[in-house]
């Protein structure tokens, strides 16, 4: 084991009855990085989580996690870590402040409230009863609780689903924050985009099993379809290009796709365009995001039961 590894997983699987909720993982979460776990609903993101929180037994496999064995040791472990739940709720009737005064009598630490409430922005409202919370106030209260104990590691299941563009981006920033006070961070998301944005290591589950992993940008380049131009083009210049068999051209979605991997096609496919004086409406570059990649990568494993590139 590296000692790097905050997280080790090897041969991971849990059932739930006769469901194989999780297949047989293997990954390793390291020091001071953000870990991204995605997947669609139900492909075992929450059950792997609260495994390692030590809320939930393994029906096999060999964990570690800040050298501890979850199930056995966790509540040495619950005094090291930071957890959000997926869909987290606190009592209707206690404040921010009460909330974070009672979290932190429980891990028996001293914590200033008001600083903590700050930090996630929700000073106004640390005495407001969690009923009267807007939606990402509440989530923003499940971030703060998270930190209470000061945590190495954190676990945050979903933490900006149902937030607001504006609230999500102060999540990230927090999270940002919290990364280079040197916290290492295992988030699960739904939104494509905060991983590309926070994630140093992606990894995709889809039932049970992780079909890729790597940095956003190492899984883009490996399943994506690289750099392309992207033109609408009338019939007469579609033909004109498609005599030039080596700009690779395709055509989708009624536009003309070139790959751009060399300076020179492009060029040359410009080039083609203006000497025609022909017509062309738009024109465009394109390259996969992360979302193109998970929709591609999930959607054909479904539909064929393999992983492409992999
Ligand atoms: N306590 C449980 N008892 C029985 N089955 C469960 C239990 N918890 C989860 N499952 C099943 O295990 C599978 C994985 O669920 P899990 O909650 O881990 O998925 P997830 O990836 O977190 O999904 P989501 O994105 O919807 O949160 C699902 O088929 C779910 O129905
Ligand atoms: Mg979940």
């Known amino acids: 084991m590296s000692a790097d590894a905050v997280i080790t997983v090897e041969g991971l699987a849990k059932d739930y009855g006769h469901l194989r909720a999780v297949d047989g993982i293997d990954f390793r979460v390291l020091r001071g990085k953000v870990f991204s776990f995605l997947g669609p609903n139900g492909a075992g993101k929450t059950t792997t989580v609260e495994i390692l929180e030590g809320l939930r037994r393994a029906t096999s496999g060999h964990l570690s996690v800040l050298g501890l064995d979850p199930w056995k040791h966790a509540s040495e472990l619950h ?32 914590t200033d409230p008001d600083a903590l409430l700050r930090r996630v922005l929700l000073s106004d409202k640390a005495d407001d009863t969690y009923d009267k919370l807007s939606g990402g106030q509440k989530q923003k209260l499940g971030v703060a609780l998270a930190m209470v104990n000061d945590p190495e590691l954190l676990f945050l299941d979903e933490p900006t689903t149902g937030l607001d563009p504006q609230a999500r981006r102060a999540v990230w920033e927090l999270l ?46 490996k399943h994506g379809e690289g750099p392309r131009l ?50 062309w409406p738009e024109i465009n570059t394109e390259r996969d995001t992360l979302e193109n990649v998970f929709i591609s990568m999930v959607g054909e494993i479904d539909e064929s039961g393999e992983v492409r590139g992999a």
């Open 79 to 110: 005094r090291k870590v930071g957890v959000m739940p997926q869909g987290f709720r606190f009592f209707d009737k206690v404040t921010p402040r009460e909330a974070v005064r009672y979290y932190a009598r429980l891990f028996g630490v001293r």
């Open 230 to 279: 992207v033109l609408q083009a009338s019939p007469e210049l579609v033909s004109l290009l498609s005599q030039q068999a080596r700009l690779g051209l395709t055509i989708r979605d009624g536009t003309i796709q070139i790959p751009i991997h060399q300076k020179a096609v492009l060029l040359d496919a410009l080039n083609t365009v203006a000497r025609s004086g022909l017509p």
């Open 176 to 221: 940002r924050e919290l990364k280079n006070e040197g916290r290492t961070i295992f988030l699960t998301t739904h939104y494509l985009e905060e991983a590309e944005q926070l994630a140093d290591w992606v990894a995709i589950l889809n039932h049970g099993r992780i079909v890729t992993e790597g940095t956003p940008t190492e899984l883009i380049e």
